[in-house]
């Protein structure tokens, strides 16, 4: 099993940055793709940016530009610049073994997910 912990959302005015973190445990080296989803009230779950275990990088169109996804050892960073009110919401890490490819924002191809943690843009 893999653990996932989310750290780093909070509240922050248009156009700042915030910088999210997803600590990975357990048996991490069963997973092959690490994507941030994020969900607002409301609406369904979205797919934000994934990481493939070979570096690959993939990015929502509405994030593209401004978010980064990165790893360092067992922690995967989400760095979000430029935030804009339409960003807020429950910021999500999850894992999965397949490859991210072009199922990387099917949230259903995920079995492990973290808590999450709330990022508010005024």
């Known amino acids: 099993h893999v653990q996932l912990v989310e750290s780093g959302g909070g509240s922050v005015q248009a156009g700042g940055s915030l910088r999210l973190s997803c600590a990975a445990s357990?048996?991490?080296?069963?997973?092959?793709?690490l994507t941030w989803f994020r969900q607002a009230p409301g609406k369904e779950r979205e797919g934000v940016a994934a990481?493939?275990?070979?570096?690959l990088t993939y990015y929502s169109d509405s994030v593209r530009g401004r978010f980064t996804i990165s790893r360092n050892n067992n922690v995967e960073y989400l760095q979000m610049n430029s935030l804009k009110p339409e960003d807020t919401a429950m910021y999500y890490c999850?894992?999965?073994?397949?490859?991210?490819?072009?199922?990387?924002?099917?949230?259903?191809?995920?079995?492990?997910w973290g808590q999450g943690t709330q990022v508010t843009v005024s």
């Open positions: 999850a894992a999965k073994g397949g490859p991210c490819r072009e199922t990387w924002s099917v949230s259903t191809a995920y079995v492990y």
């Open positions: 357990g048996w991490t080296w069963s997973t092959n793709c």
């Open positions: 990481l493939s275990r070979g570096g």
